[in-house]
């Protein structure tokens, strides 16, 4: 079965009983593993449903970019937890809760900002079915003694004494947990490795090249490599902790076939 297809039923199976609160499904797998596609197939199947990607809650640049100089240069980049607008992320599902037709925030990769607010599209009311789609949707935090050592060139040259981090991972621990506690259900689309991650995000971006998409977002494959060393810390995580406490394991294949589900 397709990745799409399992969800669905999933989904199905939950939304049996009526419910006072839609019901939120946290998607969560790393670059590239198909999480937009997945959840648009969802959102098309299910009738008033709301697809929230947590790449629309990136801080703008300029809040990075105080962070960048407050905390640690690196902060500039969006990726690790502490680049996120956790309270506009929490507001959005109190909107959507309460039934309102909250404007649904969305993030411009391309200029590597927020789309400005007056362009946001309403949920539909009531919303039955929120698909929260992210890499690092419902992930816990690492342990101190994790947070030692550097995982790549990035974190040995760049932050040699951990502050970023330890600081993202204080992030992590704190508003990220409230976020993700509004799931309902988690399910974890696993990549086979983390050097298949880095495959598929080169192939992402270059299909954004070819698309003919301009601005400061757009890269090339040198600056991609640099870019997911600001992912590989928490992904190599989730990928080895996410599977003993999601709801549903999807299993992925070199292309992104679903080869095996594991059900909690």
Same mark, same amino acid.
């Given at each position: 079965?397709?990745?799409?297809?399992?969800?669905?039923?999933?989904?199905?199976?939950?939304?049996?009983?009526?419910?006072?609160?839609?019901?939120?499904?946290?998607?969560?797998?790393?670059?590239?593993?198909?999480?937009?596609?997945?959840?648009?197939?969802?959102?098309?199947?299910?009738?008033?449903?709301?697809?929230?990607?947590?790449?629309?809650?990136?801080?703008?640049?300029?809040?990075?970019?105080?962070?960048?100089?407050?905390?640690?240069?690196?902060?500039?980049?969006?990726?690790?937890?502490?680049?996120?607008?956790?309270?506009?992320?929490?507001?959005?599902?109190?909107?959507?809760?309460?039934?309102?037709?909250?404007?649904?925030?969305?993030?411009?990769?391309?200029?590597?900002?927020?789309?400005?607010?007056?362009?946001?599209?309403?949920?539909?009311?009531?919303?039955?079915? #929120?698909?929260?789609?992210?890499?690092? #949707?419902?992930?816990?935090?690492?342990?101190?003694?994790?947070?030692?050592? /550097?995982?790549?060139?990035?974190?040995?040259?760049?932050?040699?004494?951990?502050?970023?981090?330890?600081?993202?991972?204080?992030?992590?621990?704190?508003?990220?947990?409230?976020?993700?506690?509004?799931?309902?259900?988690?399910?974890?689309?696993?990549? /086979?490795?983390?050097?298949?991650?880095?495959?598929?995000?080169?192939?992402?971006?270059?299909?954004?090249?070819?698309?003919?998409?301009?601005?400061?977002?757009?890269?090339?494959?040198?600056?991609?490599?640099?870019?997911?060393?600001?992912?590989?810390?928490?992904?190599?995580?989730?990928?080895?902790?996410? /599977?003993?406490?999601?709801?549903?394991?999807?299993?992925?294949?070199?292309?992104?076939?679903?080869?095996?589900?594991?059900?909690?």
């Amino acid at each position: 079965m397709s990745p799409e297809a399992i969800l669905a039923d999933a989904i199905e199976r939950a939304l049996v009983h009526p419910r006072r609160v839609p019901l939120v499904l946290g998607l969560c797998g790393a670059q590239g593993s198909g999480k937009s596609t997945v959840a648009a197939a969802l959102a098309a199947r299910f009738p008033h449903s709301v697809v929230l990607s947590l790449d629309d809650l990136y801080h703008m640049r300029r809040e990075r970019a105080r962070l960048a100089a407050a905390v640690h240069p690196l902060f500039a980049t969006r990726g690790v937890p502490g680049t996120h607008d956790i309270a506009l992320g929490l507001d959005t599902f109190a909107a959507l809760d309460a039934r309102q037709a909250a404007p649904l925030p969305r993030f411009d990769k391309a200029t590597d900002d927020r789309v400005e607010a007056a362009l946001w599209t309403p949920a539909p009311v009531p919303a039955q079915l #929120v698909i929260f789609e992210g890499w690092c #949707v419902g992930a816990r935090p690492q342990d101190a003694v994790a947070l030692l050592d /550097p995982v790549n060139v990035l974190e040995r040259e760049r932050d040699p004494h951990g502050v970023w981090r330890r600081y993202a991972n204080a992030a992590l621990a704190g508003a990220y947990q409230r976020l993700f506690a509004r799931i309902d259900m988690l399910a974890l689309l696993r990549a /086979p490795s983390w050097g298949r991650v880095l495959d598929w995000r080169l192939e992402q971006e270059r299909a954004l090249r070819q698309s003919g998409a301009r601005g400061d977002g757009v890269m090339a494959d040198a600056e991609v490599q640099v870019f997911v060393s600001h992912y590989e810390r928490l992904t190599r995580h989730v990928l080895d902790t996410m /599977p003993a406490y999601a709801d549903l394991v999807l299993q992925l294949d070199d292309d992104r076939n679903c080869v095996a589900v594991h059900r909690r």
